[in-house]
């Protein structure tokens, strides 16, 4: 797993979200920073707090110009079931064939509960508008990631 950092160029990519709209990164990043965020599956417990901080605090994000990407494997409908059902007010994309994931550095070996399987890393990546990551966010709990995004932004 070679995940990028801070200074690293982010992939382009493209994505369906929960809607079945077609999001891509650079067209994100025309409007500001982009906060991508990595997380394994919809609706389980540690995704679902996680996702709740995010859409608690979108209006802070929005008056700092952060557009929100969360990405996992799940399949669009997947995706859709849990924005609608946690009230979800950004973007999730789905990743089925994990190639963005391969391409940010975060699909990898992973150990749960004594079994060893690929999933996705729970990883954070601030890009910004010039498509270079400005920072690299891997120390935080789901409970508190929404935190850790605005303390960057103060």
């Known amino acids: 797993m070679n995940t990028l950092k801070t200074g690293d160029t982010a992939p382009l990519f493209t994505l369906q979200n929960?809607?079945?709209e077609t999001i891509s990164?650079?067209?994100c990043l025309d409007k500001g920073p982009v906060l991508v965020y990595f997380y394994p599956k919809a609706s389980t417990p540690g995704c679902t707090v996680q996702a709740q901080?995010?859409?608690d605090i979108k209006q802070q994000l929005d008056n700092l110009n952060i557009t929100v990407l969360g990405i996992s494997p799940d399949p669009v409908a997947k995706l859709q079931k849990f924005s609608d059902k946690q009230?979800?007010?950004?973007?999730?994309l789905s990743d089925e064939d994990h190639a963005v994931a391969d391409a940010f550095g975060v699909w990898g070996e992973k150990k749960f509960m004594g079994k060893t399987f690929d999933g996705?890393?729970?990883l954070s990546f601030i890009v910004g508008t010039e498509g270079k990551v400005t920072q690299f966010i891997n120390k935080f709990k789901t409970k508190d990631h929404h935190e850790v995004i605005l303390?960057?932004?103060k």
């Open 53 to 55: 901080g995010l859409r």
């Open 18 to 20: 929960q809607f079945n």
């Open 120 to 122: 996705i890393h729970r």
């Open 87 to 92: 009230a979800l007010n950004f973007h999730l």
């Open 151 to 153: 303390e960057l932004f």
């Open 25 to 27: 990164l650079q067209g």
